[in-house]
């Protein structure tokens, strides 16, 4: 098979992008490709695949032109993927696919809005909710986490530090009866006035240096325990860099780098 393909990453959260813009790739997407192309022993190497494909190509009306179609590194899919977005946001403006400084981008979790903000990339993530609060466990301790939806599962709990979690080389455990479908859990730890300090464990992935979707959840969690009504904006560090997340009442806005390392054509031999 041969390929065009592009490496970029936000916060170290890295990415293999593939332009599909017609959608005739997507058979040849299977779980065990996704898979072998992220393994970073026999394959380029990522924390997900990211597949550009035009909305028509798919059959959507949408008023967004692209889809981000996002498998995690396993294979799976995933509904929304808040560096992801970025990234391919700014592959689609490298590429002049899209006029900035703002535009819509589809995805599993509906409609979202891009902006270009200096040198970095801002995404309106839209809607959450909060719910339960469930144990998660690693490296021998137990933590409360809280369920927030940030369009996929997290479980954020708060720790002393944010090395308490351990090599996070496990999957930690969590409850099945709340995250039936897996979850992505956060690791936050304060560090000062609406500011943070996370690691995550990524459903799909393992420990990622880096995750959207997760700095807007530990971000909803911080607020709701400071008891934050306003808009409020929180920077959340992570091992790849710095993330900073508005919370308002009723969405979240996701800021942070997002570059493209390199790109070609691949003819996969794997
Ligand atoms: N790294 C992403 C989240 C990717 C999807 C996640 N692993 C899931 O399965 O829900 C981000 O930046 O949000």
Known sequence: MEFTWFKGH???NDFVLLPDHDGTL???LDPAFVAALCDRRRGIG???VMRVVRCTALGHNSPAEWFMDYRNADGSLSQMCGNGIRVFARHLLEQGLVEGPEFPIDTRDGLKFLSVVG???AVDMGAFTTGTH???SAAGQTWEALEVHTGNPHAVAFVDRVHDAGTLLE???FSESVY??????EFVERRGTHHVAMRVHERGSGETRSCGTGACAAAIATARADGAHDPTEYRVDVPGGTLHVTVEPERTVLRGPAVIVAGGTMEWRG
């Open 134 to 136: 469930s144990k998660v």
């Open 26 to 28: 997507h058979g040849d």
């Open 10 to 12: 936000g916060t170290e």
């Open 171 to 173: 999957q930690p455990a």
């Open 180 to 185: 039936p479908e897996g979850v992505n859990i």
């Open 119 to 121: 040198d970095e990339i």
């Open 46 to 48: 990522a924390d997900g």
